[in-house]
Structure formats: structure tokens, C-alpha cells
Nanobody
Framework: QVQLVESGGGLVQAGGSLRLSCAAS????????MGWFRQAPGKERESVAA???????YYADSVKGRFTISRDNAKNTMSLQMNSLKPEDTAVYYC????????????????????WGQGTQVTVSS
């Protein structure tokens, strides 16, 4: 069992930056795919970024070039550096994990993940 806790959300003006963190406990994340998802009011949860346990990243087109996902397996943490934030980035952001044998694979569907954090609110004002 893995417990995930997000932190780092908040209110920021458009063009600003935030860094989200996801801390895991209960089991090492070393062989887990990790992902960030977000859900805006009235919208479905969508994939933002993901990273394989070997460090292979994926980014949704909407955040490519602005967001950077990273992980520290030794510290059991994952981060999402968000730059050049836009009002449309406003959402609750969730981290997720799933164990896999493939070191290079990542997943972009929420149905592929087994463990979720409680979410952290990110609000970008215009």
C-alpha cells in the first residue's frame, strides 16, 4: 500500500510559478510510474505529466515547455515545476502511482493508476 500526499498548491498570478510536491509513504516508489493529473470544476480529470521509474517523462501538449516533472526515488518524492502559469491551469492537482515492471513505461489514463493523493488546489488569477 502506498500513501501519497501532495503539497505546494496555492494562488498565483498569471505568468507566475509554483512547485508541487508529492511525498510517498508505505512503500518505496522505485518501481512505480508516477503521474500528475488535474481536474477543473465541471471538467474531467486529465493527465498533465507522467514519469517512468527510470525517469522517462511525458507531458500533455497543454503544458509542454512550461511544466517539468521530476522524481527522487531515494527520497520517495515527485515534483512538478510549473512555470508561465495560465488561468486555464487552475484546477485541483493530484499525484498518482502504479507499480510496473517496465522501467521506461508511463501511463496517461487515470484508470491505469492504483494510488492517489488527496489533491492540492492551484489557482491562477488573470
Amino acid at each position: 500500500q502506498v500513501q501519497l500526499v501532495e503539497s505546494g498548491g496555492g494562488l498565483v498570478q498569471a505568468g507566475g510559478s509554483l512547485r508541487l510536491s508529492c511525498a510517498a509513504s508505505g512503500r518505496t516508489l522505485g518501481r512505480n510510474v508516477m503521474g500528475w493529473f488535474r481536474q477543473a470544476p465541471g471538467k474531467e480529470r486529465e493527465s498533465v505529466a507522467a514519469i517512468s521509474w527510470s525517469g522517462n517523462p511525458y507531458y500533455a501538449d497543454s503544458v509542454k515547455g512550461r511544466f517539468t516533472i521530476s522524481r527522487d526515488n531515494a527520497k520517495n518524492t515527485m515534483s512538478l515545476q510549473m512555470n508561465s502559469l495560465k488561468p486555464e491551469d487552475t484546477a485541483v492537482y493530484y499525484c498518482a502511482a502504479r507499480r510496473t515492471l517496465d522501467s521506461n513505461s508511463y501511463f496517461t489514463s487515470q484508470n491505469d493508476y492504483d494510488y492517489w493523493g488527496q489533491g492540492t488546489q492551484v489557482t491562477v488569477s488573470s
